[in-house]
């Protein structure tokens, strides 16, 4: 990695040490005193690896690909994902470019040939790219950018991507169409499409015989998404043109059955080797998990939502409130949730709400685990079966601010809410369906039972007697003499003698033990 890197970590005050040349067990070995970890390809971050390591808090690829971190088992622990799809973008895409050209005009053979002491003018007759039709497979950062390299040489572009919408694809000014009228039309086909379960093999051989007699292939991708066995036999054949792949799927690539291929050229992983690249994913990297180990702020995380360091400051203390809220939610309904929905209201609608849920999730989940945060809330969540939606209403209502969070329950829904006073501090507003005013800090107990004279007395005595100091005490009802809640902060734990105790009390119906 450039050496741009570990001065920025030095320069934001972090600690920093460049370690190369570490086999799995030699990293394995020192991981688990680091909080941070920031790779190119070759390292590997497996399972076993995250075992080993406790304080991991952030692996940072500098790249794009991260198919050489184990994002399951990551997620699984809580260590966020980050990528740099944008420091070599530009790279990768004039390196797609470069091979078309080279493919167009048979450029590598007749050097070749040339140097060999032949002069074999007549042999190689290429074609022009100008008025050529380019298929592109995934139009996101590095894609579009082919695709105005490709405009700007006169080519025709129409492109295949599932999350391409209409708008975004006239502002490109390209051609929105299915996969298969793609392959039939393309007289180029370039891949710029991440390696996932849905688009593995996604030229394969079925797909690759639908392709126009002659087509040129260009992979400045991942490896993995073409057949390279059925691609060998459409250059053998002759319908396939041309292929150029700089990527491979199995790396190093030293005796692929491609090699010697006619019109076949080869690049060893070459998209993002500019000087220029290696220093934009290193300075990147390096900045991204400063913020995320100083400042809290994520960016391109591959699983999690963004946070930018401006935002973290803002969002802060409604992440601290969501997530007080869900752990109340978590620690009295206990496992018999169905779905969670989270609302915010007034100005908390103007804010990024993916921190919130996220929020909120990981305090209900810490319901279910000790080793639950951010990173792997929405995980446990989705693996327990919950649906998590998320409501927005610009409107104030009694609050400037309000997060509120509801779980359907076999019993039915439970909604508990809160805002912030003095734009900072958390306070619980109602609780469900009872209007409470209640920090919620510390040891303290959940209470419901029977509106009726001197019960606050009986209880106060009852927590004297074993001893408990009571710090604040929070009360509500629906109605006189019907349902009242507390919420009654405490000095220290409270035991399940003391609880016993409280619930044989005349008129109590429940006791929770709670904990912030």
């Given amino acids: 990695m450039d050496p741009k890197a570990a001065a920025i970590f030095r320069e934001r005050g972090i600690h920093v040490d460049e370690i190369t040349g570490q ?17 190119r390809s070759s390292t590997k971050v497996t399972a076993k690896l995250l075992d080993a390591a406790p304080r991991l808090k952030v692996v940072g690829r500098a790249g794009i690909g991260v198919d050489n971190v184990d994002i399951p088992a990551a997620t699984a622990r809580g260590v966020v994902v980050m990528n740099t799809p944008f420091g070599n973008s530009i790279t990768t895409a004039e390196h797609a470019i470069a091979l078309i050209f080279a493919l167009a005009r048979q450029l590598p053979e007749a050097d070749a040939s040339t140097q060999a002491g032949k002069w074999e003018k007549n042999r190689f007759m290429g074609v022009e790219v100008t008025g050529k039709t380019l298929g592109l497979i995934g139009a996101g950062n590095i894609g579009s950018i082919v695709a105005a390299r490709a405009l700007g040489l006169k080519m025709k572009v129409a492109a295949y991507d599932p999350f391409l919408t209409p708008e975004r694809a006239i502002e490109l000014g390209i051609e929105k169409v299915e996969l298969d009228e793609l392959l039939r039309r393309a ?28 087509v040129r292939i260009v992979n400045c991708a991942r490896g993995g998404l073409i057949d390279e066995a059925a691609l060998k036999e459409g250059l053998d054949s002759g319908h396939i043109g041309g ?19 006619p019109n076949f050229i080869s690049t060893p992983h070459l998209g993002a080797s500019t000087s220029e690249a290696q220093v934009n994913v290193a300075i990147q990297v390096a900045e991204q998990m400063s913020d995320f180990l100083l400042l809290g702020g994520v960016t391109n995380a591959i699983n999690m939502p963004s946070l930018s360091a401006e935002e973290a400051p803002r969002l802060r203390p409604y992440m601290a409130l969501a997530e007080k809220l869900g752990k109340l939610v978590g620690q009295i309904v206990g496992e018999d949730v169905r779905s969670v929905s989270v609302e915010v209201e007034g ?93 919620l800090e510390g040891s303290m107990l959940y209470i419901v039972n029977t509106d009726v004279p ?7 005595t009852a927590l004297g007697e074993a001893g408990i100091n009571i710090a604040t005490f929070n009360l509500g ?13 405490v000095d220290g734990e409270v035991s399940a003698a003391v609880v016993e105790t409280l619930c044989a009390l005349d008129g109590v119906r429940k006791v929770v033990p709670l904990r912030f």
């Fill in 477 to 489: 009802r629906r109605k006189a003499r019907g349902d009242a809640a507390a919420l009654v902060a």
């Fill in 347 to 439: 100005a908390a609608a103007a804010l990024n709400q993916k921190p919130i849920t996220g929020a909120v999730l990981a305090g209900l989940m810490g319901t279910y685990s000790d080793t639950v945060n951010m990173v792997n809330a929405p995980f446990l969540a989705k693996e327990r079966g919950l649906d998590v939606r998320e409501v927005r209403r610009d409107r104030e209502g009694d609050y400037h601010t309000l997060v509120a969070v509801e779980v359907e329950t076999g019993k039915g829904p439970r909604r508990v809410a809160g805002t912030l006073f003095g734009n900072r501090a958390p306070r619980l507003v109602e609780m469900f369906g009872i209007e409470v005013e209640a920090e």
């Fill in 187 to 214: 007289d180029f086909i370039t891949l710029h499409t991440p390696l996932t379960d849905q688009t593995r093999g996604i030229l394969s051989r079925d797909a690759l015989a639908k392709t126009k007699p002659g």
């Fill in 23 to 39: 086999s799995p067990d030699e990293l394995a070995a020192i991981i688990g005193n680091y909080d941070g970890l920031a790779i």
């Fill in 243 to 261: 292929a150029a792949l700089d990527v491979f799927e199995n790396e190093p690539a030293k005796d692929s059955p491609l090699f010697g291929t």
């Fill in 454 to 460: 001197g019960f606050i007395g009986k209880l106060g």
